[in-house]
Protein backbone atom coordinates (compact mmCIF):
# COMPACT_ATOMS: atom_id res chain seq x y z
CA UNK A 1 0.00 0.00 0.00
CA UNK A 2 1.59 3.37 -1.19
CA UNK A 3 1.45 6.37 1.09
CA UNK A 4 2.57 9.84 1.76
CA UNK A 5 2.90 11.41 4.06
CA UNK A 6 3.23 15.09 4.52
CA UNK A 7 4.27 17.10 7.91
CA UNK A 8 5.64 20.30 8.92
CA UNK A 9 2.64 22.45 7.81
CA UNK A 10 1.65 25.34 10.57
CA UNK A 11 0.74 28.99 11.05
CA UNK A 12 3.28 31.57 10.75
CA UNK A 13 3.88 35.36 10.28
CA UNK A 14 4.62 36.89 7.15
CA UNK A 15 8.17 37.17 6.10
CA UNK A 16 8.57 33.67 8.26
CA UNK A 17 9.84 30.38 6.97
CA UNK A 18 8.55 26.63 7.12
CA UNK A 19 9.63 23.22 5.74
CA UNK A 20 7.31 20.35 4.77
CA UNK A 21 8.19 16.91 4.67
CA UNK A 22 6.70 14.25 2.42
CA UNK A 23 7.40 10.61 3.53
CA UNK A 24 7.03 7.87 1.73
CA UNK A 25 6.43 4.37 2.05
CA UNK A 26 4.76 1.60 -0.02
CA UNK A 27 6.81 2.95 -3.06
CA UNK A 28 10.74 3.69 -3.60
CA UNK A 29 10.93 7.16 -4.94
CA UNK A 30 13.86 6.86 -6.90
CA UNK A 31 11.74 6.54 -10.69
CA UNK A 32 9.16 8.44 -9.59
CA UNK A 33 8.84 12.38 -10.18
CA UNK A 34 7.51 14.41 -7.32
CA UNK A 35 6.52 17.68 -6.52
CA UNK A 36 4.11 19.66 -4.24
CA UNK A 37 1.05 21.09 -4.75
CA UNK A 38 -1.50 23.90 -2.88
CA UNK A 39 -5.18 24.73 -2.52
CA UNK A 40 -6.96 27.11 -1.35
CA UNK A 41 -10.10 27.44 -0.01
CA UNK A 42 -12.67 27.69 -3.14
CA UNK A 43 -9.66 27.20 -5.62
CA UNK A 44 -8.16 24.67 -8.01
CA UNK A 45 -5.37 22.56 -6.71
CA UNK A 46 -2.03 24.36 -8.03
CA UNK A 47 1.43 23.04 -9.16
CA UNK A 48 3.89 24.58 -6.20
CA UNK A 49 7.11 23.03 -7.35
CA UNK A 50 8.32 19.50 -8.75
CA UNK A 51 11.52 17.73 -8.96
CA UNK A 52 12.73 14.94 -11.46
CA UNK A 53 13.76 11.54 -9.96
CA UNK A 54 17.35 12.22 -10.55
CA UNK A 55 17.07 15.43 -8.82
CA UNK A 56 18.56 17.14 -12.09
CA UNK A 57 15.50 18.86 -13.05
CA UNK A 58 13.14 21.37 -10.71
CA UNK A 59 10.55 23.68 -11.84
CA UNK A 60 9.00 26.25 -9.63
CA UNK A 61 5.89 28.04 -10.05
CA UNK A 62 6.44 31.48 -10.78
CA UNK A 63 4.98 32.60 -7.52
CA UNK A 64 7.20 31.03 -5.18
CA UNK A 65 10.33 31.37 -7.37
CA UNK A 66 13.00 32.71 -5.10
CA UNK A 67 11.25 31.53 -2.33
CA UNK A 68 10.72 28.24 -2.17
CA UNK A 69 13.38 24.78 -2.68
CA UNK A 70 12.21 21.66 -3.27
CA UNK A 71 14.66 18.83 -2.88
CA UNK A 72 14.56 14.86 -2.34
CA UNK A 73 16.42 12.56 -0.28
CA UNK A 74 15.74 9.04 -2.24
CA UNK A 75 17.67 6.98 0.34
CA UNK A 76 15.51 8.08 2.99
CA UNK A 77 12.55 7.76 0.76
CA UNK A 78 11.48 11.75 1.52
CA UNK A 79 10.75 15.28 0.01
CA UNK A 80 11.15 18.46 1.41
CA UNK A 81 10.04 21.59 0.36
CA UNK A 82 11.99 24.76 2.19
CA UNK A 83 9.54 27.54 2.08
CA UNK A 84 10.88 31.24 3.15
CA UNK A 85 9.52 34.87 3.16
CA UNK A 86 6.26 33.47 3.25
CA UNK A 87 3.63 35.52 2.18
CA UNK A 88 -0.33 35.80 3.42
CA UNK A 89 -1.29 34.90 0.38
CA UNK A 90 0.81 31.33 0.21
CA UNK A 91 -2.16 29.82 2.74
CA UNK A 92 -3.32 26.63 1.52
CA UNK A 93 -3.29 23.02 2.38
CA UNK A 94 0.04 21.53 0.69
CA UNK A 95 0.06 17.96 -0.88
CA UNK A 96 3.31 15.61 -2.04
CA UNK A 97 2.62 13.69 -5.15
CA UNK A 98 4.62 11.06 -6.79
CA UNK A 99 4.33 10.07 -10.48
CA UNK A 100 5.63 7.58 -12.44
CA UNK A 101 6.42 9.69 -15.94
CA UNK A 102 8.21 12.84 -16.39
CA UNK A 103 7.98 15.97 -14.28
CA UNK A 104 5.16 17.75 -14.90
CA UNK A 105 3.33 20.34 -13.34
CA UNK A 106 -0.16 18.87 -14.23
CA UNK A 107 -2.26 17.20 -11.20
CA UNK A 108 -3.21 13.87 -13.85
CA UNK A 109 0.16 12.99 -14.15
CA UNK A 110 0.43 12.35 -10.58
CA UNK A 111 -0.56 8.43 -8.98
CA UNK A 112 0.11 9.32 -5.63
CA UNK A 113 -1.14 11.73 -3.40
CA UNK A 114 -0.83 12.84 0.84
CA UNK A 115 -3.41 14.02 2.83
CA UNK A 116 -2.06 16.94 3.02
CA UNK A 117 -1.03 19.69 5.68
CA UNK A 118 -2.32 23.15 6.38
CA UNK A 119 -0.32 26.16 6.11
CA UNK A 120 -1.41 29.42 7.22
CA UNK A 121 0.30 32.70 7.13
CA UNK A 122 -0.66 35.27 9.02
CA UNK A 123 -0.13 39.12 7.89
Known amino acids: QVQLVESGGGLVQAGGSLTLSCAASGVTFSGYATGWFRQAPGKERDFVAGISWTGTRIDYADSVKGRFTISRDNAKNTMYLQMNSLKPEDTAVYFC????????????????WGQGTQVTVSS
Open 97 to 112: AAGGGPLTGRTDSYNY
